[in-house]
């Protein structure tokens, strides 16, 4: 891949770390998240700061604090937590918002920036653009030297308070439930064996050290994960779980030590929500599995569909009512927790399960509805760029126009027999493809449709 530009969108900004991500970009950044705030609270916002564990934080975390005291702010740096649990604790101190510094599933050479607002939630798309054309034309608030800057490292402890608050630890202690974790050196490492202990589980924590030296590539993708199937088997565990960098996405291995995949992340997640409240309604992206709207379905409810991104997932969730939802990529949002991804959410929704299925995971994961997904990237750079895929789109658009479209995100068409997403990434130059049917071979026909190659 040819070296990647700062990418802005409603996922924040990523860039590499010393070239397009660096302490000026950070500040300059953090400076125009002030200035939005400031104009849309009509005062100085009080705002937190926190970062993932790469060793490339420190130095940009410190940039956004600058910038964030520099206009005022009162400021709370949460040090490293998860990206939920920054969501979490925007809403225990009573914060206007916050940027934690993260790049999420990237690997070590990116850093980046993710916006919270007060709700800890994600900015809409409208609000991200206005966020990204501050930051262009370097809009940011006079200096003001009433800012000030403390510390805060109860976020692990209230997070945690918030999942046990609303999942009843009781039962799952009583199953003392054998698990292996993978948090892969990031930032779920300390909340994510603290809410098993919690659980009464017996615990082999891999990679749980928050140095940020990522002991595999860090998308939590079967390919990255032969270590943790090896453990489960090897532990006689009952379930696996690995964590992203910054802990608000979760993959499942099942206690034969197969990987189950990230899809089956929220689709067991809200299996269980919404047979505890049936009726209900659920939200997940367009690149999500039709599992999503089968569940919802079974238990009485309905399942909407947003554009790619939790922020557009949100969004979705609180216009509709929805109690859960989320992203196919492993991303469980349970709103009684907080508006953002949160893995400890969905690994104490899934032992919840468990408990009260009282049947093995892999027998859980048999009876859902069966798909095949594949997902395919395609560097833009080698493709020729955005306009080439837009060129796509409009002839997808113009052959399928018979069959469903939704065009809110690059371009998702349904047929009888599946369907198949086409769209750019929010983080990285790539362009994304994904299809599903009930086998494999049809759900490779589907995304064949797609005419997309290299030059």
């Not at 270590?227 to 996405?249: E, M, N, S």
């Not at 362009?431 to 449709?449: C, F, G, Q, V």
């Amino acid at each position: 891949m040819n070296e990647a530009p700062l990418m802005l969108s409603v996922s924040g900004a990523r860039g590499i770390v010393g070239k397009t991500m660096t302490p000026e970009v950070a500040n300059n950044y953090a400076a125009a998240f002030v200035s939005f705030l400031h104009d849309r609270l009509g005062r100085i916002p009080k705002l937190c700061v926190a970062r993932d564990s790469r060793p490339s934080g420190p130095e940009l975390a410190k940039a956004v604090a600058d910038a964030f005291v520099s206009c005022g702010c009162e400021v709370v740096d949460l040090g490293v937590v998860a990206t939920p649990t920054a969501g979490v604790m925007i809403g225990a101190l009573h914060a206007d918002g916050g940027i934690i510094v993260t790049a999420s599933h990237n690997p070590t050479p990116w850093n980046g920036m993710k916006c919270l607002d007060g709700d800890g939630l994600a900015p809409p798309v409208q609000d991200a653009k206005e966020i990204i054309r501050r930051f262009h034309d370097k809009v940011r608030l006079p200096v003001c030297d009433s800012g000030k800057l403390e510390e805060n490292t109860y976020g692990h402890d209230t997070h945690i308070s918030k999942v046990l608050g609303i999942i009843d630890p009781q039962p799952i202690q009583k199953k003392q439930f054998r698990v292996v974790l993978d948090s892969i050196n990031g930032a779920g490492c300390v909340g994510g064996l603290r809410l098993l202990e919690h659980l009464g589980c017996e615990i082999l924590h891999l990679n749980g050290e928050p140095t940020g030296e990522f002991a595999h590539e860090p998308e939590p993708k079967e390919v990255n994960l032969t270590d943790l199937c090896d453990a489960v088997v090897k532990f006689d565990a009952d379930v696996g779980f690995a964590q992203d960098p910054d802990a608000d996405r979760l993959a499942v291995v099942d206690e034969n030590g197969r990987y189950i995949g990230e899809e089956y992340t929220l689709a067991l997640a809200v299996d269980h929500w919404l047979r505890e409240n049936p009726g209900a309604s659920t939200a997940a992206n367009l690149s999500t599995s039709r599992m999503v709207d089968d569940i919802a379905a079974t238990h009485g409810g309905t399942a909407h569909r947003s554009a790619v991104g939790e922020a557009n997932v949100a969004g979705v969730m609180k216009e509709h009512g929805c109690i859960i939802g989320g992203e196919g990529n492993g991303g469980v949002i349970f709103p009684k927790v907080c508006w953002v991804r949160d893995s400890l959410s969905g690994m104490a929704l899934i032992l919840d399960l468990m408990q009260t299925r009282e049947e093995r995971l892999s027998a859980i994961v048999n009876a859902l509805p069966k798909y095949e997904i594949i997902k395919k990237t395609i560097d833009l750079a080698d493709l020729g760029g955005i306009p080439v895929l837009d060129k796509e789109i409009a002839r997808l658009q113009e052959h399928y126009s018979s069959d469903k479209q939704n065009n809110s995100d690059g371009l998702r068409v349904d047929f009888e027999e599946g369907w198949v997403h086409v769209r750019p990434s929010n983080t990285e130059p790539i362009a994304r493809i994904i299809a599903e049917a009930k086998d494999s071979l049809t759900a490779y026909t589907i995304a064949s449709r797609v005419k997309l190659t290299t030059s």
